[in-house]
């Protein structure tokens, strides 16, 4: 399995998902007039990573600010 990278811009954060250390973090300000175009590869990823997770998971968020509809990703996030 691959890392997930995607840098940030001006209304997305950036995004580190790491198989091999367990660790995903997200880290920025989240705004973007798409939040899918964001979102939906993070929870795409964690379908498969949840299929051979590493031993210990960490999950560092790192928000400056976030909005309503990226909160709502990140409540899909926690869910999986």
Known sequence: MKKLII???????????NPDTGI???????IPAYANEVYEPILEWLDEYCK???KK????????????????????????
């Open 7 to 17: 840098e940030k811009s001006m209304d997305s954060p950036q995004i580190n998902l």
């Open 24 to 30: 995903l973090e997200i880290s920025g300000w989240s």
């Open 52 to 54: 051979r997770p590493y």
């Open 57 to 80: 998971t960490l999950v560092k968020l790192k928000y400056e600010y976030y909005n309503t509809i990226s909160k709502s990703y990140l409540v899909k996030i926690f869910k999986k």
